[in-house]
C-alpha cells in the first residue's frame, strides 16, 4: 500500500514534530504521529534527538518484542471489589508532571494480533484501564514491504489514528543538519558531498538482488570504523562489508587521498606564512577541510578557523603548482562559511566572524559582487 502523503526531509520531520510537540503543548491539537521510511534513513535519531531537545523522558517500545498483554499489565485480583483490576507496566509514562516521549518502533512489523492493542494508544491514548498523561506526546515509525523490510500492510482502522511523514535521506539535510553536529568522519562528508547519490542507496540494491546497501545510518558506522580502525587494510573490510564492495573501493580512494593530505590540527595551529603550502590540492580534499574546520569552530578556535576558510578563496593567487584555477574555491569558500556561521550562532561566536577582518574581507568581495 502507498504512503500517499509528502516526502519530507529528517530535519523538515523534526520540524514538523516540533510544531506538533508545541502545539498539544498550547492544548490546540493532541495527535498522534507515524514516520514511515526506508531503514536506516533516521527515524529512530529524529525522535531521539526530539525527546532531548524537549528534556522528555523517552520510552522506546519496540513492538515486535511485546505481546499485546504487555500493554495491558499484570492482572491481580481485587477480594474487596470481587474485580480484576491491572498494574499498570513499566514501558507506559504515567508521570503527569515532566514530558514525555512514548515511541511506538517497527509498528509496521508488529504482527497483526498486535495492532488493536495499540489503537487505544494511538486514537484515545488508552490501553485497556490505563490512561497516557496530557504530558505524552506519542510517535510510531516503521517500514514498508517494498523497502525490503519485515512489514505487514497497515490496515485503514490504525492509519486513520495517524498523522502520517514520510522520512526521505537527503545529502544536503543529512550533512547539515545532522552528520556535521555528529562529528561525522570529514572523509564521509566529503565522499557524500561529491557524491549525494550514495548517501541511501536501498531501492537500487533491491533492484540488483543486492544485500548491502548505504543508509544513513550505514555512512555513521563507517565514521565511527575510520576513527577506531588506524590499519587500512582492516578498514577497508570493515567498510565494505557495511556499504558494499564497490561502493567502498570508491570511497576508500577519496578517504586514502584525504587521510595523506588533509591536517585540520596543522592548519589551525600552523603560522600564516606557513598555512599555505598545507592546504589539500583536490576537490575532495578541500571538501574534507571545510567539514573539519566546521568541526572544530570554537570559542577557542574561531580565529585560525575564519582565517583557514578565509584562505581557500585566494588559493589560485598564492599556489600556482595545483590546479586550484580549475576549482570553484569561492563557491566553496561560500559553502564553508555559511555552515561555519550556522554553527558558530548555535554556539554564540557571531561577534568573532563580524570582528574577524578575514571573515570582513570576504563579505565586502561578495557584497561587491552581488552576492549580498
Not at 526530539?50 to 499489565?73: K, N, P, V
Not at 570493515?238 to 570511497?251: L, N, W, Y
Not at 578563496?313 to 566553496?332: F, G, S, V
Request: with cysteine; hydrophobic share 45%; glycine share 6%.
Amino acid at each position: 500500500m502507498t504512503v500517499n502523503t509528502m516526502d519530507v526531509s529528517a530535519g523538515h520531520a523534526m520540524r514538523v514534530l516540533r510544531a506538533g510537540w508545541a502545539a498539544q503543548r498550547a492544548g490546540a491539537l493532541t495527535a498522534s504521529w507515524m514516520l514511515h521510511g526506508r531503514p536506516g534513513v533516521g527515524k529512530t535519531e529524529i525522535v531521539r534527538q526530539l525527546a532531548a531537545e524537549q528534556d522528555a523522558r523517552l520510552y522506546d517500545l519496540r513492538l515486535t518484542t511485546i505481546e499485546s498483554q504487555d500493554l495491558r499489565g499484570l492482572p491481580y485480583y481485587d477480594h474487596e471489589t470481587k474485580k480484576t483490576l491491572w498494574y499498570r507496566p513499566e514501558d507506559l509514562p504515567d508521570d503527569p508532571a515532566h514530558p514525555s516521549l512514548l515511541f511506538l518502533d517497527e509498528l509496521t512489523a508488529a504482527p497483526p494480533h498486535l495492532h488493536p492493542a495499540v489503537y487505544g494508544l494511538l486514537l484515545e491514548r488508552r490501553v485497556g484501564p490505563h490512561h497516557l498523561p496530557d504530558t505524552v506526546f506519542l510517535v510510531a515509525a516503521g517500514n514498508m514491504i517494498e523497502d525490503g523490510a519485515v512489514a505487514y500492510e497497515m490496515g485503514s482502522a490504525l492509519s486513520d489514528r495517524l498523522i502520517h511523514l514520510h522520512v526521505r535521506a537527503t545529502a544536503s539535510d543529512w550533512l547539515e543538519n545532522y552528520a556535521i553536529p555528529a562529528g561525522i568522519h570529514p572523509a564521509v562528508l566529503a565522499f557524500i558531498r561529491m557524491r549525494p547519490d550514495l548517501l541511501e542507496t536501498t531501492s537500487e540494491a533491491l533492484d540488483r538482488g543486492l544485500m548491502i546497501a548505504t543508509t544513513p545510518r550505514s555512512w555513521e558506522r563507517v565514521s565511527r570504523i575510520m576513527r577506531a580502525v588506524p590499519d587500512r587494510a582492516l578498514r577497508r573490510v570493515m567498510v565494505a562489508g557495511t556499504v558494499g564492495e564497490a561502493i567502498s573501493a570508491e570511497f576508500m580512494l577519496v578517504a586514502d587521498d584525504i587521510e595523506t593530505s588533509v591536517s585540520v590540527e596543522r592548519l589551525l595551529t600552523a603560522a600564516p606564512h606557513e598555512r599555505i603550502n598545507l592546504y589539500p590540492d583536490s576537490m575532495h580534499g578541500l571538501h574534507a577541510l571545510i567539514y573539519g574546520l566546521v568541526g572544530a569552530l570554537g570559542p577557542q578556535t574561531a580565529v585560525p578557523v575564519i582565517d583557514v576558510m578565509a584562505g581557500i578563496r585566494t588559493l589560485d593567487r598564492h599556489r600556482t603548482d595545483c590546479a586550484y584555477e580549475k576549482m570553484p574555491l569561492a563557491e566553496l569558500c561560500t559553502h564553508g562559511f555559511e555552515m561555519a556561521i550556522r554553527r558558530g550562532l548555535e554556539q554564540g561566536l557571531a561577534q568573532d566572524f563580524i570582528s574577524h577582518p578575514a571573515y570582513a574581507a570576504y563579505a565586502r568581495e561578495r557584497k561587491a559582487m552581488g552576492l549580498e
